[in-house]
């Protein structure tokens, strides 16, 4: 089973996909991780996204297209499938990725999107807060610690990421609903989108997702 996730950010993704990649057995990859692969590899396509990101440019589609199913191919253990997080962001990319491996078993079988509403998603980015020491992570809103931005395992601050603020995230969101969402109406008319309201307990959005991947 091939699997892309796809939300929002704060939509739980990250958080669910170790659960999949663990119940279904699934190699769990994000194109962060195929493009430093390839760089360290000193890879061919891995050069040519090097000369860009070392500029600061994007990588252009082309590039990362190729990289990510030419990963997907060469994984030396294909294990029940690969759960994809990242990719794609657009498009155009979900149209060339589909081009490239249609009849292939590197096809992607179903789209996970995790559904959440965009002020419940404010919440869980801006009230986010991490242990750098032991990296446990809290939410000042659902989940705060016992005592206010100390770390409840070992007693170190917490700390804030640099863009989990209202006006880094209102950028974050705009570029989801102009690149990414356009691509979960792509795979709806395929008929191939599992939706998951994401906006409850661990536990429920947990059985949901199950019960949508083994039917």
């Known amino acids: 089973m091939n699997i892309f996730i796809m939300g929002a950010p704060g939509s739980g993704k990250g958080t669910f996909s170790s659960r999949i990649k663990d119940e279904f057995n699934l190699n769990h ?17 891995g050069q040519q996204a090097k000369a860009y990101t070392e500029k600061g ?6 590039i990362t297209n190729k990289m990510v199913a030419d990963y997907l191919a060469n994984l030396t253990d294909k294990k029940n499938g690969y759960l994809l997080d990242g990719y794609p962001r657009t498009l155009d990319q979900a149209k060339a990725f589909e081009q490239m491996t249609k009849g292939t078993d590197l096809a992607v079988d179903v ?15 801006t009230g986010r ?8 992570i809290y939410n000042i809103y659902t989940t705060p ?8 395992v070992c007693g ?41 309201n994401a906006d409850r307990g ?9 019960e949508a991947l083994k039917n």
């Not at 440019?57 to 082309?62: A, F, K, R, T």
């Not at 807060?129 to 446990?136: D, F, L, M, P």
């Not at 661990?202 to 199950?210: A, P, T």
């Open 29 to 45: 990859i994000s194109t962060g991780d195929i493009f430093r692969a390839n760089i360290a590899n000193d890879t061919p396509l």
């Open 57 to 62: 440019l994007l990588v252009p589609d082309e």
């Open 111 to 125: 789209v996970v999107a995790m559904d959440v509403p965009f002020d419940v998603l404010t919440k869980r980015i």
């Open 129 to 136: 807060r991490t242990c750098k020491k032991c990296g446990a």
């Open 145 to 152: 610690p016992q005592t206010e931005e100390i770390c409840d």
């Open 156 to 196: 170190e601050p917490l700390s804030q990421r640099k863009d989990d603020n209202e006006e880094s995230l209102k950028v974050r969101l705009d570029e989801y609903a102009k690149n990414t969402e356009p691509v979960i109406a792509y795979y709806e008319e395929k008929g191939i989108v599992k939706h998951i």
């Open 202 to 210: 661990i536990d429920e959005i947990w059985s949901s997702i199950q």
